[in-house]
């Protein structure tokens, strides 16, 4: 049977090489149960990874829409072994039968590179295996799959992200931090070594995040006298004044020559060499474990559903493919391809040719080691440019801020350019609160959460005079601003300024940073995923409370002005039962149909029950009236409590996402700039009139794209502070999918699931 045709479907997990799961793999084993049994399929766990599939009996069960409540906190409930009877075709001949006796027709296989390979093998002789079965007297099925890529090390070719990645990293910065914190009052040098064996990607984001003097990663061995080098770099930066030396190490590197490089070997050079006090770190399994991030969470919740989806579009001819991620889109690419590429990496690192190793990677890869190339080894230029860059902070402050100051500021250094720092955004640009800045200035900036120059809500139109006075004063030729829905209005009114101020005909961008995500022309905004962070961890925490008590449903108001983005992803993350938000228009009915959703969720199994509401999502039905409306219809049956998270969504110290995402938009913005410049500049000074000079750089898709103010214009709702068209949208139905709780879908029904989901954009 197809899945379509509403009776199998499996559900397996497995992970060849090691016993311990990526966190984050339970939000795709819940969203792929749910949906699963939603389109009206059985859906079966299997337990103990590919062990289970051969053993069969009691270890392949039928799952439940309750037996995946309350997983989104951790690791693996399934459990996932080594297997050594599936590598031996006898072994694999045995799980076909268990499958085909089940008629389970569809497998989803959730694991690293080596499990994954495992499933294409399977797949591949499924048909000799069958052939042999049937003659033992079975009958004969086909068999689809699926893979989704759990690993934290992030070695998988096609995707940007891997289940897990994101929360290893949350685990590793949280030491970085502590150690850097403890650091800075001595004089020390410290070595940490995180995992990947054979891929450096958790090195090489890792020492993105915190700024490291230096990392070793596989793919990318140092030059030979690398030592000299080191040794240089750490002393320069002593004599810049830094207190604190990081050196990232992935456990797989190795020198030109294939020789392992420890942190012992590093130790011993730079204590005896420098004399510089010095310790090591190795993290070991800690990354693996704690609580998904938010990231994880959704990046799971998408991938299981488009997982279904894929095995929904089957035919017995499909080819296998793995559901990866690409930008911001969840796509399938043939397994097989995969696992080729993946092993492509391994024989180019094998043979030498490392360049091509980090190529083979994937664009994300390649574009974080030449962030880290660029921000790490070079000394800001003898020659100048004469060219003075203006950074400013607008709107609210947010986590991640301070991140894109700092490459902004290096990234200018390093192209000659003068970089001035304006205090309190435009008030302090028309009030002269301007100074340069320098290299060491931004030192230790990438984790500070906040803004270090300073941000104010007031617009420029208040003070253009003023603000083209000081353009002339300070002879600056083009400005950075980096905020929220304010820095896009601000850019937005000196742009339309330009007619009557001459001086204000120079190149400006506008760098998204906000906890909102409400500005126009990008997907993301620097800042949003920290609040989301701390959104969902206070929600586990809520949830945690109740679990010793007696039923009760939880009202959390969350931030966002009139963007329902956070309550939207945080519920998602969270597993909420409802997110009301002002984009999807809501009435009385829908309450009454949420309540007695609740009311009956209650009476069974599940003893709590989350709502999340947009701070503004509508002015009559406010968190007080919610809040009053299910104590009084729970009544008997749940007690509700409310909570307001307040200004604590903005601050915090930024995750490791919007310290990367914000690193690399400077970066981006900066070199974008020095190119409008050089077309701007006519008979020795700077013009620049046309609406391609002042852009919103944001993330669209699969790209950091510049879009010009004036074309995002049309695009924005001025009064709600919000981009009439949101992507995020797209994902409310899963959100919906995967709270409700009983669900009886005739044919039509799932019909118009099927064209939901085709429509969410989530299916290519």
């Known amino acids: 049977h197809s899945l379509t045709n509403a009776h199998t479907h499996t559900h397996t997990h497995t992970h060849p090489h090691t016993h311990t799961m990526p966190t984050g793999m339970n939000a795709a084993v819940r969203a792929t149960v749910r949906v699963g049994i939603y389109t009206g399929a059985k859906v079966y766990f299997v337990h103990e990874g590919y ?9 392949i069960r039928l799952a439940t829409w309750e037996s995946v409540s309350m997983m989104l906190q951790g690791g693996t409930v399934i459990g996932s072994a080594r297997c050594q009877d599936f590598r031996t075709r006898e072994g694999r001949t045995k799980a076909a039968c268990n499958l085909v006796k089940l008629g389970i027709t569809n497998l989803c296989v959730i694991g690293g590179d080596g499990s994954l390979t495992g499933a294409n093998a399977f797949r591949t002789e499924w048909s000799g295996l069958l052939a042999d079965l049937v003659k033992a007297g079975e009958r004969s099925s086909h068999l689809n799959i699926v893979g989704m890529v ?21 685990r590793i910065i949280e030491i970085v931090d502590a150690i850097t914190t403890t650091a800075q009052s001595h004089q020390r040098a410290f070595i940490l070594e995180v995992m990947g064996r054979h891929c450096g990607y958790l090195a090489l984001v890792t020492a993105l995040a915190c700024g490291a003097d230096w990392v070793f990663i596989p793919e990318m061995p140092p030059d030979e006298g690398w030592e000299q080098h080191l040794c240089r770099r750490l002393t320069d930066q002593r004599g810049r004044g830094s207190r604190l030396n990081i050196i990232i190490v992935a456990e797989g590197a190795i020198d030109r020559n294939g020789k392992a490089i420890t942190c012992e070997n590093i130790k011993e050079l730079v204590s005896k060499k420098l004399g510089i006090d010095t310790r090591t770190t190795i993290l070991g399994h800690v990354q693996r474990g704690g609580t998904p991030s938010a990231f994880d969470r959704i990046l799971g919740s998408r991938m299981g559903v488009e997982a279904v989806m894929a095995l929904l579009e089957a035919k017995p001819d499909t080819p ?6 690409s930008g911001n889109m969840a796509v399938r690419l043939p397994l097989m391809e995969c696992v080729q590429v993946t092993k492509d990496v391994t024989t180019a690192m094998a043979e030498g040719r490392f360049e091509d190793a980090v190529k083979l990677r994937g664009k994300s890869f390649e574009n974080n080691w030449n962030t880290y ?19 400013v902070n607008v709107g609210a402050p947010c986590a991640g801020m301070n991140a894109a100051v700092r490459s902004t500021v290096r990234v200018g250094l390093l192209q000659g350019h003068q970089i001035l720092a304006v205090h309190d955004g435009f008030d302090g640009l028309a009030h002269g609160m301007i100074e340069p800045i320098g290299w060491s200035a931004v030192a230790g900036w990438t984790g500070k959460g906040g803004s270090n120059l300073g941000t104010k809500r007031s ?4 003070f253009m005079e003023e603000i083209s006075l000081s353009i002339t004063k300070f002879n600056i030729h083009a400005i950075v601003i980096i905020g929220g829905f304010e820095a896009f209005v601000g850019g937005l009114e000196m742009v339309q300024a330009r007619e009557k101020y001459e001086e204000l005909c120079i190149p400006l961008v506008v760098v998204p940073a906000t906890v909102s995500n409400n500005v126009p022309g990008s997907d993301f905004s620097i800042g949003t995923d920290t609040a989301l962070n701390t959104i969902t961890m206070t929600c586990d925490r809520i949830k945690q409370s109740a679990a010793g008590t007696k039923r009760r449903v939880f009202i959390v108001e969350t931030m966002g002005g009139y963007c329902g983005y956070l309550a939207t992803m945080a519920g998602l993350a969270s597993g909420a039962d409802a997110a009301y938000i002002y984009e ?10 949420n309540v007695e959703h609740l009311v009956e969720k209650m009476k069974t199994t599940v003893k709590r029950g989350l709502i999340l509401r947009n701070e503004k999502c509508n002015a009559n039905y406010t968190t007080d009236f919610i809040f009053s409306l299910y104590t009084e219809e729970g009544k008997g049956v749940f007690d509700c409590r409310k909570n307001v998270l307040g200004h604590m969504q903005q601050g915090g110290t930024p995750s490791p996402f919007d310290r990367n995402f914000a690193t690399k938009m400077g970066i981006k913005s900066v070199l974008w700039l020095t190119d409008k410049l050089k077309e701007c500049y006519r008979h020795g000074r700077i013009f620049a009139n046309s609406p391609d000079s002042a852009c919103v750089l944001g993330m669209k898709k699969r790209s950091l794209v510049f879009q010009p103010l004036e074309e995002l214009k049309d695009q924005t709702d001025f009064e709600h502070r919000i981009p009439k068209i949101q992507w995020w949208l797209k994902l409310r139905p899963i959100l919906k999918i995967l709270a409700k709780y009983k669900i009886n879908l005739d044919t039509t029904e799932k ?7 085709k429509k969410t954009g989530l299916v290519p």
């Open 320 to 325: 296998a493919c793995v559901v990866s991620l």
């Open 584 to 593: 999807e228009h809501f009435n009385i009915h829908d309450l009454e149909v």
């Open 459 to 462: 617009l420029p139109h208040e």
């Open 51 to 59: 062990q289970g599939l051969v053993d069969g009996g009691d270890y």
């Open 751 to 757: 019909a118009a699931l099927e064209h939901v989901i």
């Open 150 to 170: 759990g690993s934290i090390d992030n070695d998988f070719c096609g995707t940007d992200m891997t289940i897990g990645t994101d929360s290893a990293l949350h």
């Open 373 to 391: 190339k660029m921000l790490a080894h070079v000394h800001p230029p003898d020659t100048k440019s004469n060219i003075n860059i203006a950074i």
